[in-house]
């Protein structure tokens, strides 16, 4: 079982900086991948970053050099600095894990990108 929890999200002004976290319940060391997705309103879910089970990363077309997915395996964390924020970043940002063919879900933090 994988519980995950986010944190980090808030109001910022556009070019500004966050920092979100996706605490997972046990050791991320083990999972196939992490990734970071969002929603805006209106909008479906997209990927934005992924972490892979060796490191490897990817990113959305729209966040690559802004954003920066890494972990620390020993706090059992994953992170998305987000910089250089775009009135389009706005939504909720979710984590999910993919371990042992299963997939797992975090319930969401908001990040609003505003003037």
């Known amino acids: 079982q994988v519980q995950l929890v986010e944190s980090g999200g808030g109001l910022v002004q556009p070019g500004g900086s966050l920092r979100l976290s996706c605490v997972a319940s046990?050791?991320?060391?083990?999972?196939?991948?992490v990734a970071w997705y969002r929603q805006a309103p209106g909008k479906e879910r997209e990927s934005v970053a992924m972490i892979g089970l060796r490191g490897t990363t990817n990113y959305a077309d729209s966040v690559k050099g802004r954003f920066t997915i890494s972990r620390d395996v020993a706090k059992n964390t994953v992170y998305l600095q987000m910089n250089s924020l775009k009135l389009e970043d706005t939504a909720v940002y979710s984590c999910?894990?993919?371990?042992?063919?299963?997939?797992?879900w975090g319930k969401g933090t908001l990040v609003t990108v505003s003037l």
């Open positions: 999910g894990a993919r371990r042992g063919g299963a997939n797992y």
């Open positions: 046990n050791n991320i060391g083990t999972y196939d991948d």
